[in-house]
């Protein structure tokens, strides 16, 4: 049972318009949430992240929304650059309590395919 | 320059041969963890490391094995490969603190098993 989705398998949006992507988890418990970034024949990179306990943070062009009742978190891009073209992971992440924590539980991704 | 590396970065072979993939982190790192990539599946993890001679499972370990013998290595050990273990993998690491610190992932290493 996927506890991490992404039903978006991919995204297509215009250059400089707004781009969301969506991400929907099932375990209340979730601490964190990270949004990472990959490109072809690269790994991921982290791209940002947001507490359980705020319910947005913004850096740049890059915003992400986390909505614990819906248990439903949400990565806006703007405006959306031809650079942002990459498959965008969605990760939540459990904290132990004394620190530390465990792997990430990646969703299958949304590849992000920006127009010109 | 802090990184992660990965050895080999392509690897053919054929099953039953035994393989290790290694993982190397130059910034004294506690976590360290392989992932594997397949289409349609996304990123699962295989073995998580908390710290030196602490393992545990992932979500799919089964036909892996790894060891932690020193903080910056963390080799990925295939000890009889078969085709379902064509993929791509990762290797990453993280401070403990984990949460908003990132996880730094390797370049990747595409082994195919024939």
């Known amino acids: 049972d996927q506890q991490v989705k992404q039903n978006s398998p991919s995204l297509s949006v215009q250059e400089g318009r707004i781009s969301i992507l969506n991400c929907d988890y099932t375990?209340?418990?979730?601490?964190?949430f990270l949004w990472y970034k990959k490109y072809p024949a690269e790994g991921p990179t982290f791209l940002i992240s947001?507490?359980?306990?705020?319910d947005k943070n913004e850096d740049g062009r890059f915003t992400v929304f986390l909505n614990k009742s819906a248990k439903h978190l949400s990565l806006h891009i703007v405006p959306s650059q031809p650079g942002d073209s990459a498959v965008y992971f969605c990760?939540?992440?459990?904290?132990?309590?004394?620190?530390?924590?465990?792997?990430?539980?990646f969703g299958k991704g949304t590849h992000l395919i920006i127009q010109p | 320059e802090a990184q992660v590396t990965q050895n080999p970065r392509y690897l053919i072979t054929v099953t039953g041969k035994k393989l290790t993939v290694t993982c190397s982190q130059n910034?004294?790192?506690?976590?360290m963890s392989w992932y594997r990539q397949d289409p349609g599946l996304g990123l699962r993890q295989i073995y998580y490391?908390?710290?030196?001679?602490?393992?545990d499972k992932g979500d799919v370990p089964e036909g892996y094995k790894v060891s932690r013998k020193e903080k910056r290595n963390f080799p990925l050990i295939l000890e009889s490969p078969s085709p379902n273990q064509t993929s791509l993998y990762f290797c990453?690491?993280?401070?403990?603190?984990?949460?908003?610190?990132?996880?730094?992932f390797g370049p990747g290493t595409r082994l195919t098993v024939l």
């Open positions: 990453a690491s993280s401070p403990p603190s984990g949460g908003t610190d990132t996880q730094y």
């Open positions: 375990n209340s418990m979730f601490d964190y």
């Open positions: 947001i507490s359980s306990i705020k």
């Open positions: 990760a939540p992440i459990l904290m132990y309590s004394g620190g530390g924590a465990d792997g990430l539980t």
């Open positions: 910034m004294n790192h506690e976590y």
């Open positions: 490391s908390m710290n030196v001679e602490v393992t």
